[in-house]
């Protein structure tokens, strides 16, 4: 299976839309983790949207972690630093 960005973009937004549905949140860029150790993919959603949210960005981060669902992509997510989410 070709794993892409927009594909892991798309399960993030679902678990976003439900979360925070109410705030007009910038949208999630995925990028390649520059280190293996750190997961395939990453965001920085978390602390792009700190003062939308109103929340500091390792909060944001664990209450995606924690509402997300299962899928067949996403082994595991993990925070990291200031809220950083590393995507395995």
Known sequence: ??????????IFEKTIERVY????????????????EFGDFQTNFAMMNTKIIGDNPRNIAKKIQENFEKNEIIEKLEIAGPGFINIF
């Open 21 to 36: 549905g109410n705030y007009p949140v910038k949208p999630v860029d995925i990028s390649l983790s520059a280190r293996e």
């Open 1 to 10: 299976m070709l794993v892409t960005d927009k594909a892991i973009a798309g």
